[in-house]
Protein backbone atom coordinates (compact mmCIF):
# COMPACT_ATOMS: atom_id res chain seq x y z
CA UNK A 1 0.00 0.00 0.00
CA UNK A 2 2.90 2.75 0.97
CA UNK A 3 4.32 1.91 -2.19
CA UNK A 4 1.55 2.32 -4.49
CA UNK A 5 0.85 5.66 -2.68
CA UNK A 6 4.72 6.81 -3.50
CA UNK A 7 3.12 6.30 -7.15
CA UNK A 8 0.77 8.70 -7.27
CA UNK A 9 1.69 12.52 -7.19
CA UNK A 10 1.01 14.60 -4.47
CA UNK A 11 -1.43 17.41 -6.08
CA UNK A 12 -2.91 14.16 -7.65
CA UNK A 13 -3.55 12.18 -3.87
CA UNK A 14 -4.81 15.59 -2.28
CA UNK A 15 -7.46 15.92 -5.20
CA UNK A 16 -8.70 12.43 -4.28
CA UNK A 17 -8.62 13.02 -0.99
CA UNK A 18 -10.55 16.26 -1.24
CA UNK A 19 -13.15 14.33 -3.58
CA UNK A 20 -13.72 11.43 -0.83
CA UNK A 21 -14.30 14.29 1.63
CA UNK A 22 -17.15 15.98 -0.57
CA UNK A 23 -18.95 12.54 -1.09
CA UNK A 24 -18.65 11.83 2.34
CA UNK A 25 -20.32 15.40 3.37
CA UNK A 26 -22.74 15.24 -0.04
CA UNK A 27 -25.06 12.18 1.94
CA UNK A 28 -27.79 12.37 3.84
CA UNK A 29 -27.32 13.53 7.39
CA UNK A 30 -29.22 10.50 8.35
CA UNK A 31 -29.22 8.22 6.46
CA UNK A 32 -32.28 6.19 4.82
CA UNK A 33 -34.56 9.19 5.78
CA UNK A 34 -35.95 10.99 3.27
CA UNK A 35 -37.46 14.04 5.00
CA UNK A 36 -33.41 14.57 7.09
CA UNK A 37 -31.43 15.50 3.81
CA UNK A 38 -28.73 18.26 3.61
CA UNK A 39 -30.87 20.30 1.19
CA UNK A 40 -31.72 24.03 3.22
CA UNK A 41 -35.44 23.63 4.17
CA UNK A 42 -37.79 26.39 3.38
CA UNK A 43 -41.03 25.87 4.61
CA UNK A 44 -44.13 27.81 3.78
CA UNK A 45 -46.05 28.42 7.22
CA UNK A 46 -49.62 27.35 6.93
CA UNK A 47 -49.01 27.23 3.18
CA UNK A 48 -48.40 30.86 2.02
CA UNK A 49 -50.36 32.71 4.77
CA UNK A 50 -48.45 36.00 4.11
CA UNK A 51 -50.01 35.83 0.81
CA UNK A 52 -53.00 33.83 0.88
CA UNK A 53 -55.49 32.63 3.56
CA UNK A 54 -53.84 30.51 5.46
CA UNK A 55 -53.91 26.20 5.91
CA UNK A 56 -56.26 26.86 2.97
CA UNK A 57 -55.60 24.57 -0.45
CA UNK A 58 -54.95 27.90 -2.26
CA UNK A 59 -52.10 28.89 0.22
CA UNK A 60 -50.75 25.33 -0.40
CA UNK A 61 -50.45 26.00 -4.35
CA UNK A 62 -49.50 29.67 -3.65
CA UNK A 63 -46.12 28.27 -1.65
CA UNK A 64 -45.49 26.31 -4.31
CA UNK A 65 -45.04 28.57 -6.88
CA UNK A 66 -41.62 29.50 -5.27
CA UNK A 67 -39.27 26.94 -6.40
CA UNK A 68 -36.98 27.20 -3.34
CA UNK A 69 -39.88 25.56 -0.80
CA UNK A 70 -39.65 22.21 -0.16
CA UNK A 71 -41.89 21.90 2.90
CA UNK A 72 -45.59 22.63 3.41
CA UNK A 73 -45.96 23.49 6.96
CA UNK A 74 -49.60 23.19 8.12
CA UNK A 75 -51.73 22.69 11.49
CA UNK A 76 -54.26 19.44 12.17
CA UNK A 77 -57.85 18.71 14.14
CA UNK A 78 -60.25 16.40 14.43
CA UNK A 79 -63.67 16.73 13.74
CA UNK A 80 -66.62 15.17 15.76
CA UNK A 81 -66.96 12.59 13.00
CA UNK A 82 -63.48 11.87 13.50
CA UNK A 83 -61.95 13.36 10.30
CA UNK A 84 -58.45 15.27 10.06
CA UNK A 85 -58.75 18.49 8.95
CA UNK A 86 -56.43 21.65 8.43
CA UNK A 87 -56.76 24.19 11.19
CA UNK A 88 -54.50 26.27 13.17
CA UNK A 89 -57.11 26.71 16.25
CA UNK A 90 -59.57 24.13 16.96
CA UNK A 91 -62.21 26.16 16.68
CA UNK A 92 -63.57 29.22 14.22
CA UNK A 93 -61.54 32.01 14.43
CA UNK A 94 -62.72 35.42 14.91
CA UNK A 95 -60.04 36.83 12.83
CA UNK A 96 -60.62 35.37 9.73
CA UNK A 97 -63.67 33.02 9.92
CA UNK A 98 -67.75 33.44 8.61
CA UNK A 99 -70.51 31.50 9.91
CA UNK A 100 -72.64 29.52 6.97
CA UNK A 101 -75.03 32.88 7.27
CA UNK A 102 -72.57 35.11 5.62
CA UNK A 103 -71.50 36.88 9.47
CA UNK A 104 -68.20 36.98 11.19
CA UNK A 105 -67.51 34.52 13.99
CA UNK A 106 -67.52 37.11 17.00
CA UNK A 107 -65.03 36.73 19.33
CA UNK A 108 -67.59 35.62 22.53
CA UNK A 109 -68.49 33.07 20.17
CA UNK A 110 -65.19 31.43 18.58
CA UNK A 111 -66.14 28.62 21.39
CA UNK A 112 -69.44 27.84 19.96
CA UNK A 113 -67.91 26.46 16.82
CA UNK A 114 -65.16 23.91 18.42
CA UNK A 115 -64.17 22.08 15.64
CA UNK A 116 -64.24 18.52 17.80
CA UNK A 117 -67.46 19.24 18.60
CA UNK A 118 -68.71 19.73 14.58
CA UNK A 119 -68.93 17.00 12.14
CA UNK A 120 -66.97 17.95 8.94
CA UNK A 121 -69.63 18.38 6.46
CA UNK A 122 -70.49 21.49 8.95
CA UNK A 123 -67.37 22.58 8.98
CA UNK A 124 -66.85 22.72 5.46
CA UNK A 125 -69.64 25.57 5.50
CA UNK A 126 -67.81 28.30 7.02
CA UNK A 127 -65.78 30.12 5.09
CA UNK A 128 -62.41 31.52 6.22
CA UNK A 129 -60.27 33.92 3.71
CA UNK A 130 -62.76 35.76 2.05
CA UNK A 131 -62.32 38.40 4.84
CA UNK A 132 -58.75 38.58 4.25
CA UNK A 133 -56.61 39.01 7.54
CA UNK A 134 -55.55 42.92 8.57
CA UNK A 135 -52.17 41.18 9.95
CA UNK A 136 -51.32 40.59 6.55
CA UNK A 137 -51.68 43.20 4.07
CA UNK A 138 -50.03 41.07 1.15
CA UNK A 139 -52.71 38.30 1.42
CA UNK A 140 -55.21 37.63 -1.10
CA UNK A 141 -58.62 37.57 -0.11
CA UNK A 142 -60.58 34.93 -1.44
CA UNK A 143 -63.46 32.26 -0.57
CA UNK A 144 -62.03 28.80 1.17
CA UNK A 145 -62.92 26.71 4.00
CA UNK A 146 -60.41 24.31 6.34
CA UNK A 147 -60.13 21.27 3.83
CA UNK A 148 -59.53 18.04 4.88
CA UNK A 149 -55.88 16.84 4.75
CA UNK A 150 -56.51 14.04 1.84
CA UNK A 151 -57.90 17.25 0.05
CA UNK A 152 -54.96 18.94 0.06
CA UNK A 153 -52.78 16.16 -0.49
CA UNK A 154 -54.86 15.10 -3.66
CA UNK A 155 -54.71 18.85 -4.86
CA UNK A 156 -50.69 19.23 -4.22
CA UNK A 157 -50.27 16.00 -6.14
CA UNK A 158 -52.42 17.14 -9.00
CA UNK A 159 -50.56 20.41 -9.04
CA UNK A 160 -47.10 18.94 -8.80
CA UNK A 161 -47.84 16.23 -11.73
CA UNK A 162 -49.53 19.06 -13.94
CA UNK A 163 -46.32 21.39 -13.33
CA UNK A 164 -43.87 18.53 -13.08
CA UNK A 165 -42.48 19.41 -9.70
CA UNK A 166 -41.19 17.41 -7.36
CA UNK A 167 -44.01 16.79 -4.32
CA UNK A 168 -42.98 18.54 -1.38
CA UNK A 169 -42.66 17.30 2.14
CA UNK A 170 -45.02 17.99 4.59
CA UNK A 171 -44.74 19.44 8.51
CA UNK A 172 -47.75 18.54 10.29
CA UNK A 173 -48.27 20.35 13.77
CA UNK A 174 -50.61 18.08 16.31
CA UNK A 175 -53.09 20.90 17.79
CA UNK A 176 -52.80 19.95 21.18
CA UNK A 177 -52.87 20.56 25.56
CA UNK A 178 -53.93 18.97 28.56
CA UNK A 179 -56.71 21.32 28.73
CA UNK A 180 -58.25 20.47 25.45
CA UNK A 181 -57.99 16.88 25.41
CA UNK A 182 -61.54 15.01 25.10
CA UNK A 183 -63.34 18.70 24.22
CA UNK A 184 -61.63 20.70 22.09
CA UNK A 185 -58.96 17.42 20.72
CA UNK A 186 -58.55 13.89 21.16
CA UNK A 187 -56.26 12.53 23.84
CA UNK A 188 -52.85 12.48 22.91
CA UNK A 189 -52.77 8.81 21.75
CA UNK A 190 -55.90 9.10 20.06
CA UNK A 191 -54.96 12.00 17.98
CA UNK A 192 -51.99 10.40 17.25
CA UNK A 193 -53.48 7.13 16.34
CA UNK A 194 -55.84 8.79 14.01
CA UNK A 195 -53.04 11.42 12.21
CA UNK A 196 -50.51 8.59 11.80
CA UNK A 197 -53.00 5.85 10.30
CA UNK A 198 -54.35 8.89 7.47
CA UNK A 199 -50.82 9.98 6.59
CA UNK A 200 -50.23 5.83 6.39
CA UNK A 201 -53.39 5.80 4.24
CA UNK A 202 -52.55 8.92 2.15
CA UNK A 203 -48.70 7.41 1.28
CA UNK A 204 -46.91 10.21 2.51
CA UNK A 205 -44.97 8.65 5.19
CA UNK A 206 -41.91 9.42 3.88
CA UNK A 207 -42.55 12.82 3.63
CA UNK A 208 -44.11 13.77 6.78
CA UNK A 209 -42.39 15.37 10.24
CA UNK A 210 -44.88 15.47 12.99
CA UNK A 211 -44.20 18.87 15.01
CA UNK A 212 -45.87 19.42 18.59
CA UNK A 213 -45.52 21.52 21.34
CA UNK A 214 -47.07 19.05 23.28
CA UNK A 215 -44.32 16.72 24.44
CA UNK A 216 -46.99 13.86 24.90
CA UNK A 217 -48.22 13.76 21.67
CA UNK A 218 -44.91 13.32 20.14
CA UNK A 219 -43.65 10.49 22.97
CA UNK A 220 -47.54 8.91 21.58
CA UNK A 221 -46.00 9.38 17.94
CA UNK A 222 -42.69 7.17 18.33
CA UNK A 223 -44.21 4.62 20.99
CA UNK A 224 -46.43 4.09 17.45
CA UNK A 225 -44.18 4.85 14.81
CA UNK A 226 -40.29 4.93 15.68
CA UNK A 227 -39.47 6.09 12.34
CA UNK A 228 -41.68 9.00 12.12
CA UNK A 229 -39.81 12.45 11.87
CA UNK A 230 -40.54 14.65 14.53
CA UNK A 231 -39.85 17.95 15.64
CA UNK A 232 -40.45 19.68 18.75
CA UNK A 233 -41.91 23.41 18.61
CA UNK A 234 -40.54 25.59 21.38
CA UNK A 235 -41.70 28.83 22.57
CA UNK A 236 -40.21 28.84 26.42
CA UNK A 237 -37.57 29.76 28.04
CA UNK A 238 -36.53 27.02 29.46
CA UNK A 239 -32.68 25.91 28.33
CA UNK A 240 -32.11 23.43 25.39
CA UNK A 241 -31.00 20.67 27.26
CA UNK A 242 -34.40 21.39 29.89
CA UNK A 243 -36.78 20.67 26.56
CA UNK A 244 -35.36 17.94 25.31
CA UNK A 245 -34.55 16.15 28.90
CA UNK A 246 -38.87 16.90 29.56
CA UNK A 247 -39.51 15.85 25.95
CA UNK A 248 -37.63 12.50 27.12
CA UNK A 249 -36.44 11.57 24.02
CA UNK A 250 -33.74 13.07 21.17
CA UNK A 251 -36.32 14.36 18.36
CA UNK A 252 -34.93 14.68 14.71
CA UNK A 253 -36.09 18.26 14.53
CA UNK A 254 -36.05 21.22 17.19
CA UNK A 255 -37.94 23.96 16.43
CA UNK A 256 -37.65 26.95 18.34
CA UNK A 257 -39.00 30.65 17.87
CA UNK A 258 -36.36 32.13 16.17
CA UNK A 259 -35.79 35.12 18.58
CA UNK A 260 -34.64 32.25 21.23
CA UNK A 261 -31.89 30.84 19.07
CA UNK A 262 -28.60 31.03 19.56
CA UNK A 263 -25.69 29.91 17.90
CA UNK A 264 -25.05 27.79 20.95
CA UNK A 265 -28.17 26.28 20.30
CA UNK A 266 -27.96 25.13 16.69
CA UNK A 267 -24.07 23.29 17.67
CA UNK A 268 -25.83 21.71 20.32
CA UNK A 269 -28.71 20.41 18.33
CA UNK A 270 -25.99 19.17 15.62
CA UNK A 271 -24.16 17.51 18.01
CA UNK A 272 -27.05 15.72 18.87
CA UNK A 273 -27.56 14.67 15.11
CA UNK A 274 -30.90 16.73 15.19
CA UNK A 275 -31.30 19.60 12.65
CA UNK A 276 -32.52 23.13 13.64
CA UNK A 277 -35.63 24.78 12.08
CA UNK A 278 -37.07 27.87 13.78
CA UNK A 279 -40.40 30.01 12.92
CA UNK A 280 -41.84 32.14 11.71
CA UNK A 281 -39.07 34.06 10.11
CA UNK A 282 -40.81 36.92 7.87
CA UNK A 283 -38.30 39.14 7.04
CA UNK A 284 -34.93 38.49 4.75
CA UNK A 285 -32.20 40.08 7.03
CA UNK A 286 -33.34 38.01 10.23
CA UNK A 287 -33.32 35.04 7.11
CA UNK A 288 -29.40 36.02 6.91
CA UNK A 289 -28.84 36.40 10.35
CA UNK A 290 -30.61 32.17 11.26
CA UNK A 291 -28.71 31.05 8.31
CA UNK A 292 -25.40 32.59 9.46
CA UNK A 293 -25.87 30.36 12.56
CA UNK A 294 -26.04 27.39 10.77
CA UNK A 295 -29.98 26.64 10.81
CA UNK A 296 -31.09 23.23 8.96
CA UNK A 297 -34.22 25.58 7.58
CA UNK A 298 -36.70 28.54 7.82
CA UNK A 299 -40.46 28.45 8.42
CA UNK A 300 -41.92 31.96 7.00
CA UNK A 301 -45.36 33.21 5.85
CA UNK A 302 -43.47 34.91 3.07
CA UNK A 303 -42.07 32.60 0.65
CA UNK A 304 -41.40 35.70 -1.87
CA UNK A 305 -39.18 37.12 0.44
CA UNK A 306 -36.59 34.15 0.27
CA UNK A 307 -33.28 35.48 -0.45
CA UNK A 308 -31.99 34.51 -3.71
CA UNK A 309 -28.78 33.05 -2.01
Known amino acids: MKTALKQIPSVLFLIMLFGLAACMLSKDKFSGNKMLTDQFDWQGHRGARGLAPENTIPAFLKA ?21 LVS ?34 QIAQFDCGKRGNSRFPEQQAMPANKPLLKDVV ?6 CSKNQLKRPHYNIEIKSQPNWDGKKSPPPAQFATTVLREIEELGI ?20 SPKTVTALLVENLKSF ?10 PEIYSPYYKLLSAEV ?15 VNEPEEMHKLMAMGVDGIITDYPNRIPPQ
Not at 210 to 218: G, T
Request: proline share 7%; hydrophobic share 40%; aromatic share 8%.
Open 154 to 159: QSVNHY
Open 266 to 280: VQKAHALKMKVIPWT
Open 64 to 84: LEFPKITTLEMDLAISADGQV
Open 205 to 224: SKQVCIQSFDPRVLREVKAI
Open 88 to 121: HEPWMSAAICTTPDGLPVKAEDEEKFLLFAMPYA
Open 241 to 250: DTNIQELGYT
